[in-house]
């Protein structure tokens, strides 16, 4: 079955740095664009980059253009999100997701808080 499985969050100061690695399985990886969301405490789910299948293609949203980079190893079935000048409202659960033939597949989520 599809797995995505996130790590790699924590907690930093501010105008530090973290890598987030999402773990795919279950599902040919390297067929299926990747996308990283996150969820702020008391707010939505929001977008945050996504990748195309080849890692060629990537889309940020604006808050992260400039700081975060989305990056795929599809010999590792892996996708990555590096983050650097880390703000505190950056602070959110960060989720892996892919849409593979008509259904939403989620990670469990990674909790990156941004906090001196």
């Known amino acids: 079955q599809v797995q995505l499985v996130e790590s790699g969050g924590g907690l930093v100061q501010p105008g530090g740095s973290l890598r987030l690695s999402c773990a795919a399985s279950?599902?040919?990886?390297?067929?299926?664009?990747m996308t990283w969301y996150r969820q702020a405490p008391g707010k939505e789910r929001a977008f945050v980059a996504r990748?195309?299948?080849?890692?060629?293609?990537?889309y940020y949203t604006d808050a992260a253009k400039g700081r975060f980079t989305i990056s795929r190893d599809n010999a590792k079935n892996t996708v990555y999100l590096e983050m650097s000048s880390l703000k505190s409202e950056d602070t959110a659960v960060y989720y892996c997701?892919?849409?593979?033939?008509?259904?939403?597949?989620w990670g469990q989520g990674t909790q990156v808080t941004v906090s001196s």
């Open positions: 997701y892919c849409y593979i033939v008509g259904r939403s597949y």
């Open positions: 990748i195309s299948t080849s890692g060629g293609s990537t």
């Open positions: 279950g599902f040919t990886f390297s067929s299926y664009a």
